[in-house]
């Protein structure tokens, strides 16, 4: 399967081929993963260290149903616990996770269940990440919308009275800037409570001019904790620096971020040990900066445009859930996201569970969301999406489901004084 992720030539455009092919025989194009670029901040701090250290010991398969029926029973749970409830010994022990992950999640978080949208506003990208429909050898309609364009479909979207926003750009610092994003979140201020980012990690400096801008919150997919399987992944641009991306969260606190999100693309390697990380992550972070608001999601890989086969390995449904029930479990009070990446069906079987918050009215694309929410056509062009969702179901449809089910629909939980 070492050829899994590999885009078909057939897929390229000949001159895209052609950079393919140049990129993978240049050496000089692969740089190190594990060496910081001209530009890039490097912090002081032992987070990676100990996530690394305690990820690439985790022996899943010495797991027992002794030591999973022993973690479910203490009311606290450890590290060691929590790497018992990953291991496969715990999938007979799926329904008792669920039971016990309910509670927490009722005790924590009621039977509240948190809405937002996300919003990319450019899919221009100078990555090389041989999974994602944005990458920039991947032969797509491209798109950056003006201060104008962004502006009006903000106020689309407020207009359907959704309050929360994360706001998402490729990874491209030339076609999407910090000031291009700053802009973007000033506007976004204008129409919503909560402003989220889902952009390339930047500097500390730069997420507190982000933040000053109106910015509450960062979120940044490691995409996987695996070193070596992220350097086959990640062949060419500023993501291939590993340490970077994995120290951007803790640089947007420093920055003055209220929160931080964190993830793992479950299928890219060993999902058991990048849930580990991930978790982890979290873990030794919180305890750092216990002031801060801190959040999983749980994605795993979709097909994208010119590549229909891309799927997660070993990562069903019945895993995922073992993996959220998990987290639940092992942070009572971390929020927990699901997006539109997984059915309808799971995702309202999920929220009355572990997870605390989904997204509504989703479209990766560019350009498209006057069509999503109104159901009028825009007359400007569009961008191709970055992967394929899976839930498309509506703002209003969303907030129905969730009514209807006995969960109470949150759009915002903070008041600006």
Known sequence: MENQFLVDSEYLSPEALEKKHRLENDP???????EYLPGMEQIESDICENVMSQMKSY?????????????LEHETCSVEDFKALLSPAAEPFLEQMAQKARMETSKHFGNTVYLFTPRYIANYCENYCVYCGFNCYNHINRMKLTMEQIEHEMKVIADSGMEEILILTGESRAQSDVDYIGEACKLARKYFRMVGLEIYPVNTDEYRYLHECGADYVTVFQETYDTDKYEQLHLAGHKRVWPYRFDAQERALRGGMRGVAFSALLGLSDFRKDALASA??????????????MSLSCPRLRPIINNDRINPLDVGEKQLCQVLCAYRIFLPF???????RESAQFRD??????????SAG????IGDHESKYTGKESDSAQGDEQFEINDSRSFDTMYQDMAQVGLQPVLNDYLYV
Do not use: W
């Not at 022996?59 to 973690?71: C, H, M, P």
């Not at 982890?280 to 608001?293: D, F, I, N, S």
């Not at 079987?349 to 989904?358: E, P, S």
């Open 349 to 358: 079987g999920i929220v009355k569970i572990a997870a605390t918050k989904v």
């Open 280 to 293: 982890l992550h979290v873990y030794y972070l919180q305890r750092k900066y216990p002031q801060a608001e």
């Open 334 to 340: 971390v929020g927990i996201t699901v997006s539109s």
């Open 362 to 365: 989703v479209s990766t694309g």
């Open 59 to 71: 022996d899943y398969s010495k797991y027992t149903a002794k030591d999973v029926k022993t973690a």
């Open 28 to 34: 000089s194009c692969r740089r190190n993963h594990m």
